[in-house]
């Protein structure tokens, strides 16, 4: 009898060494890579591909220690998408990761006075979605007709932030995103009792965006424009013309007399009221001062002369004609 409780001892402590190294095998961080590795799981990857994918790379040491983990949690779903690995990690953690889809997110970050061009230009340089999906997307106002039937694309309604984007992001699901946004900060602040038609207010807003980054300026220039709404006045905002100029794929990175004398809509030199849509995505200050600007009499406003970024305004031809004078000696030194 004593062979036999010798042979259970064997047993024990080689199913208990076994066990052990089990253990450890499964919790015990590897890291076979130099470089952080990017592998990305598309929909319907098999377990086996997963774990060949994850030892061929360096993230296990093993593909049988993934299938040991997949059959010790096998109700536990995998989700697919583009995952990131930097440092050592146990089996359990990279298993864990796929389970909670802990993908590698992608960041577009759309400042204020971004307009379509931009956003594809930023789109293209990232080489998640194409420029040319996003602007074929943005140019359709289908996502935001609900709340400015007027908007002729989606310009204005791409509310400026950082998006999370993932190599399965698209074009369409971007502009959601965009919009969705929009609409969460346009409830935030639109007074209950606005009569004021959305499209109206988010383009004189994405003027007065393109007009000023001064944060004090804001409601001194929307007053200007809503000023001379009231009066009939041509706006001559110089960004409507250099819009214009995108639109019709001519712009040369400086105004041009021809483009002061084009006949598009946008151009608001020769086309009096507020061009057909915003020209460019508002922040929230620009998008408050558009609903209530300041009280003023300035008609005029012109960069001033010492760099600074701010406006002189105006009442009168006269002091306005002087300020830019004033503008121009001191570009001229």
């Not at 015990?28 to 994850?54: C, N, R, W």
């Not at 984007?165 to 346009?186: H, I, N, V, Y």
């Not at 013309?241 to 084009?262: C, E, F, M, N, P």
Request: proline share 6%; hydrophobic share 40%; charged share 20%.
């Amino acid at each position: 009898m004593r062979w036999v409780y010798r042979f259970f001892l064997l047993f024990t402590v080689l199913v208990i060494a076994a066990g052990a190294g089990l253990y450890f095998s499964l919790t015990h961080p590897y890291q076979g890579f130099s470089d952080p590795v990017m592998i990305e799981f598309p929909k319907g990857t098999s377990s086996s591909a997963l774990a060949t994918e994850l030892a061929n790379s360096g993230v296990i040491r093993s593909r049988w220690q993934f299938l040991l983990a997949r059959a010790l949690r096998s109700n536990a779903r995998l989700m697919a998408g583009e995952y990131q690995f930097k440092q050592s990690a146990s089996i359990w953690t990279v298993y864990d990761r796929l389970v909670r889809g802990d993908v590698f997110f992608y960041e577009l970050t759309v400042p204020e006075g971004s307009n379509i061009f931009d956003i594809a230009q930023s789109l293209d340089q990232l080489g998640i979605v194409k420029g040319v999906d996003f602007l074929r997307e943005a140019r359709n106002p289908a996502l935001i007709r609900d709340l400015a039937p007027r908007a002729p694309t989606l310009e204005g309604y791409l509310f400026p932030s950082t998006y999370r984007l993932t190599r399965s992001t698209t074009a369409e699901q971007l502009c959601t995103m965009m919009t969705g946004l929009f609409r969460k900060k346009w409830q935030e602040i639109a007074p209950p009792a606005n009569t004021t038609p959305v499209n109206d207010t988010v383009t004189l807003a994405s003027l007065v965006e393109k007009e000023t980054a001064v944060p004090d300026e804001r409601p001194m220039v929307a007053s200007v424009y809503a000023n001379r709404l009231r009066i009939g006045m041509a706006l001559d905002c110089d960004p409507t013309t250099i819009y214009a100029a995108l639109l019709d794929q001519r712009y040369r990175g400086v105004i041009h007399k021809s483009d002061l004398a084009s006949a598009n809509a946008y151009n608001t030199y020769q086309h009096t009221g507020l061009p057909p849509g915003p020209i460019a995505n508002p922040g929230i200050a620009s998008l408050k001062v558009a609903l209530a600007p300041a009280s003023s009499d300035y008609l005029y406003f012109v960069a001033r002369p010492d760099g600074s970024g701010g406006h002189h305004f105006s009442t009168t031809i006269g002091e306005h004609d002087r300020a830019v004078a004033e503008y121009r000696r001191g570009q001229r030194r």
